[in-house]
C-alpha cells in the first residue's frame, strides 16, 4: 500500500468529461489499494475568465482580493472532482488551502508556504477517503486567502507529498515528461526517463513549463520522489532523482528557452562596493525577481550593470531602475523586452570541457548575435534576440547532437 | 453616521456594468459619512452554472460538495466588487463566511446560523473600510462550508444587523417593494410604505419572493429594522415595523401565492394519540419543511391527514409517507403537485370578521374550488388547483378593494 500525492493540472480537469477520466483513473489506483490525495488545478479557462472580470472591474486591482477571487477556480474543481469519485463508490473529501490549512507568509499572489497541518488529511486516510485538496492557495495567518501564483498547484503537491512522507508525488499534465528540447520547436526532441533535481531546477527555472520552479526546489529541499507524467496517455513519464552525479551521466539532458522575460540595463554607474545591492535592494523590496545578472569589468570607475526580469514586471522595474539610476548618479538606464534566453543543461557538463564552445559555435554558424551569457556549474544561458529563439533551440539541439540518439543514456558516450 | 448592512441580490450584481452601478451607490452613501457592511449574492446565472457543472458529474451529489462548489458564487461578487470600491478610491475588505465567521450547524445546503464573530468587521469599519461580506454561506464547527439555501443572503444580512446593531439593514432587489399582490399578475398591485413583521413573514412564507422567511423571522427575533428597496430605482421601498397593532392598522396588506408546494394525504390512518407526531416525526428527522397540515374529524376512529411539502420534496416525503402509512395501518397515500396556494394576510383582521367568507365568495363567484384552508390570526391560507392560481389572485385582490385605494393607508377605511 503506497501513498501517492497526485496533481492534475488545469487541461487535466479542463471539462466534466476530462474530470471523469481523473475521477476513473484515480478509482483504479484506489482500487490498487493506494492511499491518495490528490491536488488539483482550475479548470483550464476559469483563471482568465475571473482575469478577465477582474480587468473589467479595476485593472489596478489589489492582490487580497485578486486571491479571493482567483482562488474560488480550484474551489470548484475540488468539489466536482469530489462528487464524481462518490459516483464511483470512493470516500472522496474537498479542502480548500484554507480548510487544510496550508499556511502561506501574505505576500498575495506569490505566497510561500510556511507550513502545512497534515491532521485531518491523515485522519481522512486512515478512513480510506481519497482527499481532494485545491492546489495553488493558502491561508496566512491572519485567516486572509492567499495563492502561490500561476502554476502553485506543483508546489502544493509537493508540500503536501513532504508534510505526508508520500511515497511519490506524481504531476500529471498534458505532457508525458521532461524533453530534450521543447517538442513543439525541436521535433525529434526526446522524452527523459530521469533527470536529477540540479537539472530539472535549470531546465524548469529556464523556461521548461513542465514543471514551476519552486515546485522543484521544494521537491529537492524534502527529496521527494517527483515524477512528471501524461494524465492523457499511459507512459512512465520522466522521474527526478537525487542520485549522485557520476560519469554515467548524461552529458546535457536538455535545452530550455524562455521569451517571458526582458533585459534592464543600468549603464555608468559608480563602481563603489555595494553598489549591486543599491540597485537589486529596491527591486527585491518590491517583489520582483531577477533572473540573469551581468557586471562587467569596470572603466573609469564606473561599470555597466544588465539584470533580467519577468516581462510583466518590466515597465514596474524600469522605473525603479530610473529612481536608482538618479540617486546613485548613473548616467542612463536601457531596456529591451523582445529577448529570450536559451539554456543547456546538464549535470555532465561539470567534467567536460568545450560545452559553451560548442555552443557559441553553433550559434555563430546561424550568424545569431549573444546579447548576454551567464553560466553555472551545470548550465549555460544565453540571451538573444527573440526572433532568433526558435532558430537557436533547434541548432543547439542538433550541435549536441540528441538527433542521432535514442535514449538519454548514450549521452554520456558524447565527446566535444 | 449611521451604520448599514445592505444587501445586494444576484440580479443587482449580475454583470460587471451592475456591480459598477451598486459601487457608485455604495460610494455616495460611504461619502455621506455613513459605516457600511454589504453583503452580496452570486452574480445572477452562476450559481445556475454551477449546479449545471454538479449535474452533469453527479445528480446525486453529496450536500458537503455542493456548499464547497456553490459558495464560490459569492465569493467571486466579493472580490469584484471590493475591486470596484477601491478604483472609487474606498477602503474596501471582502471576507466569506468562513473569514468572518459566520458559524452554522453542519446541515449542508440549507445550515442555520449559530453565531458570527463580528471583531474583524467592527476593525475594519472603525478603520473607514467597507466591509464586504459573502452572503449564504457559513462555516460549521470543523471548519466546514455550509450555504444557507437559495435566499440565504437575506439572512446572512440580517444576521449581520443583529450582531453589529445597524441602524438598518436593506435589503436591494430587483424589486423596489413589498406589494399588495404580485404585480406581474394583478397589474394595479400597489407597493406597502410599511409592513408589519408579522404580515411580512406570512407574505414571506406564503411564497411573496420579495424576503426570505427565515431572514424575517431573524429580523423579527432582534428586532431588526429591515428595509426592502430596489438597486435599479430610486425610492422609499417598503420598511418592516415592529409596532403595536392598532385599529390604524391596514384590514389586508397582501395577497401572496406560490405553486412550489405539493399535496400529500395519508388515509385512514387510525386516530390515536400520538399520530401526528408517528406521521411528521420522520419527515421533520428528513430536512423535509411542512407547510400546511390539515387534519379532520376522525370516522371510525381513522382519520385522513393532508400537509403540503416543498414541491422537490415531494417524492422523498411520499416515499417516507408510504412506509409510515404500512408502519401504522394507514390505508393508502396520495399525492398532488399540481396546487396552488394562496393567501391573504393582514393583522387587521384580527379584529374584523368576515375576510374568510369574502375570500369564499370571491373564489367561489369564479367557480373555482378550494381543496384545503388553513387559518392562522392574520392570515386564510387556500389551496387551489394550480391552473386556477392567477385568477384566484386577481378575483381576491379585486374583492379586497385594493384596486380602489391610492395608498395602504386607506385600506384601513373598507368595511366587510
Known amino acids: 500500500?503506497?501513498?501517492f500525492v497526485e496533481k492534475y493540472g488545469g487541461t487535466s480537469v479542463g471539462s466534466i468529461e476530462r474530470i471523469n477520466v481523473v475521477a476513473d483513473h484515480i478509482a483504479d489506483s484506489h482500487a490498487d489499494g493506494n492511499r491518495l490525495v490528490i491536488v488539483v488545478s482550475a479548470m483550464s479557462g476559469e483563471t482568465n475568465r475571473l482575469v478577465a472580470l477582474a480587468d473589467e472591474i479595476n485593472p489596478a486591482r489589489s492582490q487580497r482580493e485578486s486571491d479571493v477571487l482567483l482562488s474560488t477556480g480550484e474551489q470548484v474543481t475540488i468539489a466536482l472532482l469530489s462528487m464524481a469519485l462518490h459516483k464511483r463508490g470512493i470516500g472522496a473529501k474537498s479542502y480548500t488551502g484554507t480548510q487544510v490549512r496550508i499556511v502561506t507568509d501574505s505576500v498575495?499572489?506569490?505566497?510561500?508556504?510556511?507550513?502545512?497541518?497534515?491532521?485531518?488529511i491523515k485522519a481522512d486516510l486512515h478512513e480510506n477517503n481519497v482527499v481532494v485538496v485545491a492546489g495553488f492557495q493558502?491561508?496566512?495567518?491572519?485567516?486572509?486567502?492567499?495563492?502561490?501564483?500561476?502554476?502553485?498547484?506543483d508546489t502544493t503537491a509537493v508540500a503536501l507529498a513532504a508534510a505526508l512522507e508520500a511515497d511519490e508525488c506524481k504531476i500529471f499534465t498534458d505532457v508525458d515528461g521532461v524533453y530534450s528540447a521543447d517538442p513543439r520547436i525541436v521535433p525529434d526532441a526526446r522524452r527523459l526517463d530521469r533527470i536529477t533535481v540540479e537539472e530539472m531546477l535549470e531546465l524548469a527555472s529556464q523556461g521548461a513549463k513542465v514543471l514551476q520552479t519552486r515546485s522543484v526546489e521544494f521537491a529537492g529541499k524534502y527529496r521527494?520522489?517527483?515524477?512528471?507524467?501524461?494524465?492523457?496517455?499511459?507512459?512512465?513519464?520522466?522521474?527526478?532523482?537525487?542520485?549522485?552525479?557520476?560519469m554515467e551521466q548524461p552529458l546535457i539532458s536538455g535545452i530550455a528557452h524562455n521569451a517571458d522575460e526582458a533585459k534592464l540595463t543600468i549603464r555608468g554607474v559608480p563602481d563603489t562596493p555595494g553598489i549591486a545591492y543599491r540597485i537589486l535592494g529596491p527591486i527585491a523590496d518590491a517583489h520582483i525577481n531577477v533572473d540573469m545578472i551581468v557586471q562587467n569589468v569596470s572603466e573609469d570607475n564606473t561599470t555597466d550593470f544588465t539584470f533580467?526580469?519577468?516581462r510583466n514586471d518590466f515597465e514596474n522595474a524600469k522605473a525603479k531602475l530610473e529612481i536608482i539610476a538618479a540617486e546613485t548618479g548613473a548616467s542612463d538606464v536601457i531596456g529591451d523586452n523582445a529577448i529570450a534566453k536559451i539554456s543547456v543543461v546538464g549535470v555532465g557538463m561539470k567534467s567536460h570541457a568545450g560545452i559553451a564552445s560548442t555552443m557559441f559555435k553553433a550559434l555563430?554558424?546561424?550568424s545569431i548575435n549573444i546579447q548576454m551569457i551567464s553560466t553555472s556549474e551545470i548550465k549555460v544561458s544565453i540571451v538573444v534576440d527573440d526572433k532568433y529563439m526558435e532558430l537557436a533551440v533547434r541548432a543547439l539541439h542538433k550541435a549536441f547532437s540528441f538527433d542521432n540518439l535514442s535514449t538519454n543514456e548514450e549521452l554520456s558516450t558524447i565527446t566535444q
Chains 1, 2 share one sequence.
Open 1 to 3: 500500500m503506497s501513498l
Open 108 to 120: 498575495h499572489g506569490k505566497a510561500r508556504i510556511l507550513s502545512i497541518d497534515s491532521t485531518r
Open 138 to 153: 493558502g491561508v496566512d495567518e491572519h485567516g486572509n486567502i492567499t495563492t502561490l501564483g500561476r502554476g502553485g498547484s
Open 224 to 246: 521527494v520522489p517527483l515524477r512528471v507524467l501524461s494524465s492523457f496517455k499511459e507512459g512512465p513519464g520522466t522521474l527526478i532523482t537525487y542520485e549522485e552525479v557520476t
Open 308 to 310: 533580467t526580469v519577468h
Open 364 to 366: 555563430s554558424d546561424e
